[in-house]
């Protein structure tokens, strides 16, 4: 019989930081939230709170996906769209559930639909014509956006389509978008003109 000689901290053990007469962020849960839970993979320093029973539940489907490539979770999430049913967290939010509703800052479970859509919220009004000129995906780093410049400005160069108009005109157009865009990521406007 061995005896381990550095006692262990058991997995679920109430936190002493929290908060008091905080309740179990489990939807429709009155328990005390005395466990915490990180929300997500890249944002490890905001919490979750939970009682007992749904910090097991919250870590069971947290580690149900360690390991797994970005597609297999994608095809798994497909598979079976109640995430882990009849658990956390989709039970209890029925037919209220959408999956914006996931906290999934990387997108890893998101379909390909969420994606398009959450791309195309991100595009500054400005910004969405000339990037489709530019055959972009926003958001776009100044060395994308030089390299992809330089491409089609080569491609539709007046001189390596002997000499064509609809060339120059398509180059001007690119000209333009480049100007555009360029100038936004030099300078970005202030927060606060939102729309
Ligand atoms: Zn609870």
Redesign the pocket.
Known sequence: MTTRRTPRTKAFAPDPAAPAGRS?D?PG?A?DGAYRAPKSRTSINEYYW??L??VREYNASWDFYKGMTPGQIEAQTRADTGWQRPTWPLGSLGKQFDETMLHDPLQLLATGRIKREAAKVNVPTELREPIRTLGLDWPISMDVLKTRYKELAKRHHPDANGGDRAAEERLKTINIAYAVVRHYLTDPPRMAATG
């Open positions: 179990c489990h849960c328990l939970f009682c029973e749904h």
